[in-house]
Every structure is written in structure tokens, then in C-alpha cells.
């Protein structure tokens, strides 16, 4: 009874081993390589899978999603003789699971040492200035090469990228000072032209600034002569209108002469010969005005225009303003 029980719990076991090895399930985006006795049989893709237990077998399971690997840095000599470090990243995608398994033992080293070589063969026909400014090409000659070997090991590149390019210190410091003095040339450079287009601009400014003073003082003067012009037309208009005398053009010609003398600058002035026919017409207006003339003059009996009389009682003398 015993050994019959023992025997079914060791039917019972084979089953659930059979089971489990019978039905595979393979998740997304991932292979499963199968083998039977020790050959290559079938490729298993996502979902339910069924094979024969305790004949087929699963050799290796791979991710056939895109996959990243960074590689550390590899010292590369350019052609100038410098040595300079390169940090790569590959980006690569198995498209044959079947390949991938029994073309190359280890894609993943084999990309890497295939990068290096490639990568200092690329630098090695390049100068240093080239290599830090041709990332792109770098890049792209990489990547040919890679996915060119890579093919028949059903892999793809994808992407390469240079991660960082160091050069020796020594280079690094000498680089750092040469673009420092171009940094400040370029700021000298530019602060002298700001300072000429200041002073052109302050030069253009003083100009305008002349030019339209001048334009205005032009402008007053023209003003200012017409206004005086028609000063002396309103005024000669209005003595013309008037009907003035000789008697009221000497008498406001009298009243001149002290305005013309009042200045503290007028230390010399001429009188114009014509004042004295002024004052003498003045005399024999006031000689007429009071009445107190000597009889012996030439307008009408006065005596010496220059000279009055004394007022006579109970007449009131005229005031001249």
C-alpha cells in the first residue's frame, strides 16, 4: 500500500514537471530560443507556447526591446599625438534572437570592443580641435561601422553618442586662458564700439542741436526785424495820419535826449546838427504859448528864442510835460 502510494506521488510529480515544461509563456517584446537535443529547433515568441518536455529545451530568453549601453572611458590618441579620453553610449535592438545566440557568444562585448577599435581609428585621422568640434561626424562614421558588423549577429544600432571628450589637463588650461582672451577681446572690441557710436551719436545730437538753434535764432531775427518793421509803419502811419508839426516832432525829439544820454555805457554821444533848429523852433513855440516874447525875434516879434519872460500876475503859466 505504501509503495503504491509513493509511486503515485511520483506520477503526480512527473505530471506537474511535464506540465510546467510543456507550456512556456514568453512575455512581450521578449524570444525564447528552443533546442532539442542540444539543436537549434524553433524561435519562441510572445504568448502561450507549447514544446515537448524532457526533449526541448530553453536556451536563452532575450529583451528585443532597444536596449542602452554606456561604455566608460577609452584614451584615444588624435593625430597631433594628444591623448584624450572618450565616454561612448550605444543604443542598439535585437532584430534575430537566433543570431544574437549562436553568432557571437556575447553581443554585448563584442559591441564594445568593437567600438573602441572603431573610435581610434575614427580620432586617430582627426587633430584635437577637429575631434571637439565634429561630434556629429564622429557620431555618425561610428555608427556606420558598427551597424555594419553588428548585422550579422542580429543586432541594430541604432544611436551612437560621444558622452564627454576630455583632453589632458594641460591642453584643458591652455584652452581655458585661450578662450578667456578671446572673451575679452570680443568685450574690448565691443566696448570701443560702443564708445564711437556714443560719440557719433552725441556728435549727431550736438549737430542737430546747433543746427536748429541756429535755425531758431534765424527765425527770431526774421520775427523780430518784421515786428520792428511794423513798429516804424504803424508809428509813421500814425504821425502821417495825425497831421503832426514841426512844433510836436521837436518837442518829442527834446524829450529824447535824455533816454539817449541815461546809459551807463554812453560815456560819449553825438548830438546831430539838427537839434539846434529843434531847440530853436521849441523857443519860439513856448515864447507864442506864454506870450512873453521881446518883440525882436524873427517869429513874430520874439526876441531870443532861447530866453522867457517873466509870467505876467494872474495868468497861469503853461506846464510842458
Do not use: C
Amino acid at each position: 500500500m505504501d509503495a503504491i502510494i509513493i509511486v503515485l506521488v511520483i506520477l503526480v510529480v512527473l505530471v506537474i514537471i511535464a506540465l510546467v515544461q510543456t507550456i512556456q509563456v514568453i512575455q512581450q517584446a521578449s524570444a525564447a530560443i528552443v533546442e532539442r537535443f542540444g539543436r537549434y529547433t524553433r524561435t519562441l515568441n510572445a504568448g502561450l507556447n507549447i514544446v515537448v518536455p524532457f526533449i526541448d529545451r530553453i536556451r536563452n530568453r532575450i529583451d528585443l526591446r532597444e536596449q542602452v549601453v554606456p561604455f566608460p572611458p577609452q584614451p584615444v590618441i588624435t593625430q597631433d599625438n594628444l591623448v584624450v579620453n572618450i565616454d561612448t553610449v550605444i543604443y542598439y535592438q535585437v532584430t534575430d534572437a537566433r543570431a544574437a545566440t549562436y553568432e557571437v557568444s556575447n553581443y554585448i562585448q563584442a559591441i564594445e570592443q568593437l567600438t573602441v577599435t572603431t573610435l581610434r581609428n575614427i580620432i586617430g585621422g582627426m587633430d584635437l580641435e577637429r575631434t571637439l568640434t565634429s561630434r556629429e561626424e564622429i557620431n555618425a562614421a561610428l555608427r556606420g561601422v558598427l551597424d555594419e558588423a553588428t548585422g550579422k549577429w542580429g543586432i541594430r544600432v541604432n544611436r551612437v553618442e560621444l558622452k564627454a571628450i576630455e583632453p589632458p589637463t594641460s591642453i584643458q588650461d591652455s584652452m581655458e586662458k585661450q578662450m578667456r582672451a578671446d572673451r575679452d577681446k570680443r568685450a574690448a572690441i565691443l566696448q570701443a564700439e560702443g564708445v564711437r557710436q556714443s560719440e557719433i551719436l552725441q556728435a549727431e545730437g550736438a549737430k542737430q542741436s546747433e543746427i536748429l538753434r541756429a535755425e531758431g535764432d534765424a527765425k527770431a531775427s526774421a520775427l523780430r526785424a518784421e515786428g520792428e518793421a511794423q513798429a516804424i509803419r504803424t508809428v509813421f502811419e500814425a504821425i502821417h495820419a495825425g497831421d503832426a508839426d514841426q512844433k510836436l516832432l521837436s518837442y518829442q525829439y527834446v524829450q529824447m535826449l535824455p533816454k539817449i544820454a541815461s546809459g551807463d555805457s554812453n560815456k560819449l554821444w553825438i548830438v546831430p546838427s539838427e537839434i539846434g533848429d529843434a531847440l530853436k523852433g521849441l523857443g519860439g513855440n513856448l515864447n507864442r504859448i506864454t506870450g512873453n516874447g521881446t518883440g525882436n525875434g524873427p517869429d513874430g516879434g520874439a526876441g531870443d528864442p532861447g530866453t522867457l519872460s517873466k509870467p505876467q500876475v494872474g495868468r497861469q503859466q503853461p506846464r510842458i510835460e
